[in-house]
Antibody
């Protein structure tokens, strides 16, 4: 059974760096075709994809946030870490990590963590 | 970038059929994925690859895709189906890869 859980600070100050950890079980990021993504959702707003990391360490980022994001994996710990620099109040959101599903014409997210609310405020 | 357009809200009476649409340029050429999100909860995948359902998802949920519009159809709507619904595609050509629609709030009257 696949589970994921996000952890990290609930409050960060503007200009600080946010580091979130996704700890998962039920699959391995060393297995072919496996991936983990990050998605966020500002209060009352839509989902926004942030980043995706694959089993072979290939990475994809949202073009609008690419300069601020870094995604890494620690296969031995079953963890994926997302770092976002230069945080701003508009980055206040619930941040989700999710397991990547894949079909012939693309990737999606079939298992999600519960999410963690991050507030950016001084 | 590739844009997915969803109506902000749809209302339906219990027992009726709800149709939630997702518009995109030649979306027929893409696989469409649908998520349900209830208040305070994480999204849940309800349909993938246009019309397939995850294990355990009721067959009341179905998907279709034609031309510039993909549709999530919920038959015999129940009060428990009230939620936000998001469509998603994979668009590697634009570099945006994962694209979500703006979401549709389904209200069961």
């Amino acid at each position: 059974q696949i589970t994921l859980k996000e952890s990290g600070p609930t409050l960060v100050k503007p200009t600080q760096t946010l580091t979130l950890t996704c700890t998962f079980s039920g699959f391995s990021l060393s297995t072919n075709a496996v991936g983990v993504g990050w998605i966020r959702q500002p209060p009352g707003k839509a989902l926004e994809w942030l980043a995706l990391i694959y089993w072979d360490d290939d990475k994809r980022y949202s073009p609008s946030l690419k300069s601020r994001l870094t995604i890494t994996k620690d296969t031995s710990k079953n963890q994926v870490v997302l770092t976002m620099i230069n945080m701003d109040p508009v980055d206040t959101a619930t941040y989700y990590c999710a397991h990547r599903g894949v079909v012939a014409r693309g990737s999606f997210f079939d298992y999600w963590g519960q999410g963690t609310l991050v507030t950016v405020s001084s | 970038s590739y844009v997915l357009t969803q109506a902000p809200s749809v209302s339906v009476a219990p027992g009726q059929t709800a149709r939630i649409t997702c518009g995109g340029d030649n979306i027929r050429s893409k696989s469409v994925f649908w998520y349900q999100q209830k208040p305070g909860q994480a999204p849940v995948l309800v349909v993938y690859d246009e019309s397939d359902r995850p294990s355990g998802m009721p067959d009341r949920f179905s998907g279709s895709n034609s031309g510039n519009t993909a549709t999530l159809t919920i038959s015999r709507v129940e009060v428990g189906d009230e939620a936000d619904y998001y469509c998603q595609v994979w668009d590697s050509s634009s570099g945006h890869f994962v694209v979500f629609g703006g979401g549709t709030k389904l209200t069961v009257l």
